[in-house]
């Protein structure tokens, strides 16, 4: 990895904190048209807030979605800022929108994209109502508060601000935020990538949820993750067959006595954990075979394995630790009607994880390795490649100088997430995605994304957006 300049060496955007509690800056551009203005980051955060409140009350809980409600209210946005902005229905009431900043072309268009619908909330649950986006106790509460709207309002802001600055851009900014995607991107993202490619043609970057300021319960960020790849989606259906009978007589190799002796050996095995003897041999495997960004990523973390006191701050963390190992949850189970009845079949499915690099073909071969028993049947529900973006790259480098920048020492670390996202869409169209989003967030406060009580705290949403704005401008304004 490398860091290409350093903070002192772009004096051509010189940012000044201006003394006192406020947080104003200046961004100057030398051989630009001396056409900037201050930046008052306070202003800009409550702004943000405010428009995150009012988005947070628009359901489009998927299903059904009713994303195009979220839609107008952004383009609204957009409009009363002078961007224009296209809304593109993908199905009833779903839509997409689309706005572009323009730039002078010299450099490749950012995208920042995000996804407009959530996942469901039972307000019953809930301590306060789940679309009522108000503050509470210095939090904004509600679905989709970490899971996207409030990064998507983030996006939003950092590219208004940047269009009332009036400076002048070396790329475009495109906004685009989509429908469906906690439930596939058919309508939303996979839409937009296949009807309208010509739209990104020219887009070099991507911006999109994923990873984040990986944060301890005490508070301190531990790495920014910028996640370049994410695991593969395998889910595996096994099914045993044999003869179904009286359940007064039982039967040896039925098919339930069989499913659940070589379910047995799987749960023994899976899910893994990083101090499992195969984990280290699997990623060296990888960075042995395979290309750049997977071969230098993978060799970083096989070096990092070696110390101790690394693995010991993962391996009793599930989210940290899936991202380095791969894993297979038994999630359902199907046999039987009756308690005295042996069925003739018994099926069980299987949702595995696979580290980027991996082959589907290979991993069900170790799978039925491990179940030893050819008689049952292995299929293959669904297999989703996520793809892996160059590491190496000016955004990137970006990333690292706003990082030392506002957490001097955390370092800046390439990471494979557990879960999937709609970058992969993007990456066919052979755009470099990112899946971060500037905020620290706690493990406890990630428990609430797809779960209950979702919510940001005002001050972690307030330097996100600062950190996103100084990374979007270092990225995209003329020097
Ligand atoms: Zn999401």
């Given at each position: 990895?490398?860091?290409?300049?350093?903070?002192?060496?772009?004096?051509?955007?010189?940012?000044?904190?201006?003394?006192?509690?406020?947080?104003?800056?200046?961004?100057?551009?030398?051989?630009?048209?001396?056409?900037?203005s201050a930046v008052d980051f306070d202003k800009a955060a409550q702004e943000a807030t405010k428009m995150l409140c009012e988005y947070l009350k628009i359901d489009t809980t998927?299903?059904?979605?009713?994303?195009?409600?979220?839609?107008?209210?952004?383009?609204?946005?957009?409009?009363q800022n002078g961007i224009e902005a296209q809304l593109f229905e993908t199905a009833p009431n779903r839509s997409c929108v689309y706005a572009r900043l323009k730039g002078s072309g010299k450099k490749k268009a950012v995208v920042l994209l995000n996804h407009i619908d959530v996942v469901p909330a039972v307000a019953a649950d809930w301590k306060h109502p789940p679309f009522s986006g108000e503050?509470?106790?210095?939090?904004?509460?509600?679905?989709?508060?970490?899971?996207?709207?409030?990064?998507?309002?983030v996006e939003l802001e950092a590219m208004l601000m940047l269009k009332r600055q009036g400076v002048k851009l070396d790329r475009?900014?495109?906004?685009?935020?989509?429908?469906?995607?906690?439930?596939?991107?058919?309508?939303?993202?996979?839409?937009?990538t296949e009807k309208h490619p010509e739209l990104l043609k020219d887009a070099e970057f991507l911006f999109n949820e994923g990873s984040h300021i990986i944060t301890g319960s005490d508070g301190k960020p531990k790495f920014w993750g910028v996640n370049f790849s994410e695991k593969n989606v395998l889910w595996l259906k096994l099914t045993a067959n044999g003869q179904a009978g009286h359940a007064s007589m039982p039967i040896r190799d039925s098919a339930t006595?069989?499913?659940?002796?070589?379910?047995?050996?799987?749960?023994?095995?899976?899910p893994m954990t990083v101090r499992s003897p195969q984990v280290v041999p699997d990623l060296k495997k990888i960075s042995d075979s395979k290309p750049e960004p997977l071969k230098g990523y993978y060799s970083q973390v096989v070096e990092d394995m070696k110390n101790n006191d690394y693995v010991a701050g993962i391996e009793n963390d599930r989210m940290l630790s899936s991202m380095l190992v791969n894993t297979a949850s038994l999630t359902v189970l199907k046999a039987g009607y009756k308690t005295n009845v042996?069925?003739?079949?018994?099926?069980?499915?299987?949702?595995?994880?696979?580290?980027?690099?991996?082959?589907?073909?290979e991993f069900i071969a170790h799978v039925q390795k491990i179940i030893a028993d050819p008689t049952i049947k292995t299929s293959v529900l669904e297999?989703?490649?996520?793809?892996?973006?160059?590491?190496?790259?000016?955004?990137?480098?970006?990333?690292k100088k706003v990082a030392a920048e506002e957490s001097p020492?955390?370092?800046?670390?390439?990471?494979?997430?557990?879960?999937?996202?709609?970058?992969?869409?993007?990456?066919?169209?052979?755009?470099?995605?990112?899946?971060?989003?500037?905020?620290?967030?706690?493990?406890?406060?990630?428990?609430?994304?797809?779960?209950?009580?979702?919510?940001?705290?005002?001050?972690?949403?307030?330097?996100?957006?600062?950190r996103f704005y100084k990374i979007l401008a270092d990225v995209a304004v003329a020097k």
């Open positions: 990895m490398r860091v290409r300049g350093s903070i002192l060496s772009t004096l051509m955007m010189a940012v000044i904190f201006a003394a006192g509690a406020s947080a104003a800056v200046h961004v100057q551009h030398l051989g630009s048209p001396a056409k900037s998927v299903p059904p979605g009713n994303e195009k409600l979220g839609a107008e209210y952004l383009a609204s946005v957009l409009k503050i509470f106790d210095n939090e904004i509460w509600g679905r989709g508060a970490l899971d996207m709207k409030g990064f998507g309002i475009d900014i495109i906004f685009l935020g989509t429908p469906d995607e906690e439930v596939g991107g058919d309508y939303g993202a996979r839409w937009f006595n069989r499913l659940a002796r070589a379910l047995e050996k799987l749960v023994a095995v899976y042996i069925p003739g079949e018994a099926s069980a499915e299987i949702d595995c994880r696979l580290l980027p690099g991996v082959e589907k073909d297999w989703n490649v996520a793809g892996a973006s160059d590491i190496q790259t000016d955004l990137m480098s970006s990333i020492g955390t370092p800046v670390r390439p990471v494979v997430v557990p879960w999937f996202t709609d970058s992969h869409w993007f990456r066919k169209l052979n755009i470099t995605c990112y899946g971060f989003e500037p905020f620290e967030i706690k493990p406890e406060l990630l428990a609430s994304m797809h779960g209950i009580d979702e919510r940001i705290p005002v001050n972690v949403y307030s330097s996100g957006l600062r």
